[in-house]
Nanobody
Framework: QVQLVESGGGLVQAGGSLRLSCAASGRGFSTYAMAWFRQVPGKEREFVSTISYSGGSTLYADSVKGRFTIFRDNTKNTLYLQMNSLKPEDTAVYYC????????????????WGQGTQVTVSS
């Protein structure tokens, strides 16, 4: 049984920073790609970033490139998203997901999802 639990969301002013965490239970964390997605009410869930199983390869949405950093600690079964220079348009519920394919941006490539953590950026 795989469970993903996000934490670290909250309210921050524009220009501030937050670090999200995603703790994974179950076996095989270090053999899967992982990703972050986000969703605003009334809109489709969108890709934010993905990282390979080893952490050696990453991919970012253009909207967050240069501001967000995805990384993982396979010894702790934990995925992270460091978010800097936050903007009001980054406000969303952020989800982590376990992937079946490397460098995938489509939701269909991910088979397990967390419950999400709210990030709110005030202007």
């Amino acid at each position: 049984q795989v469970q993903l639990v996000e934490s670290g969301g909250g309210l921050v002013q524009a220009g501030g920073s937050l670090r999200l965490s995603c703790a994974a239970s179950g076996r095989g964390f270090s053999t899967y790609a992982m990703a972050w997605f986000r969703q605003v009410p009334g809109k489709e869930r969108e890709f934010v970033s993905t990282i390979s199983y080893s952490g050696g390869s990453t991919l970012y949405a253009d909207s967050v490139k240069g501001r967000f950093t995805i990384f993982r600690d396979n010894t702790k079964n934990t995925l992270y998203l460091q978010m800097n220079s936050l903007k009001p348009e980054d406000t969303a519920v952020y989800y982590c997901a376990r992937g079946r394919l490397a460098a995938a941006q489509a939701m269909s490539a991910y088979d397990y999802w967390g419950q999400g953590t709210q990030v709110t950026v005030s202007s």
